[in-house]
């Protein structure tokens, strides 16, 4: 199941919603994001939330990746970050549950 994105305000009330691709491209881009990156913070089965000092940092990666990498779900995830960040608010990353 993908990943759902939501904006959230300063009071977190949600804003916006969005969907990672069923291909999870996003999420894969995540896993193989070099160690010390912000994506790789965004967990495949749990929550993930970034602030604006945090979203600035994952606008700058996202928008330093090569050209091919940057497909639509890319393109939403920035957009996104970048209306959380005018906002002063979050971006909320909701993981599926691990199955037991």
């Excluded at 969907?19 to 894969?28: G, V």
């Amino acid at each position: 199941m993908p990943l759902v994105i939501y904006v959230e305000s300063q009071v977190h009330s949600r804003m916006a919603k969005t969907y990672e691709d069923h291909k999870e491209t996003f999420l894969a881009l995540c896993e193989a994001a070099p160690e010390g990156s912000i994506l790789r913070a965004v967990n495949r089965h749990g929550d993930t939330m970034f602030n604006e000092l945090q979203l600035k940092r994952f606008v700058a990666e996202l928008n330093a990746l090569p050209e091919r990498e940057k497909n639509g779900t890319v393109r939403k995830l920035i957009a996104a970050a970048e209306f959380a960040i005018a906002s002063f608010g979050y971006l909320y990353f909701v993981g599926e549950p691990a199955r037991a």
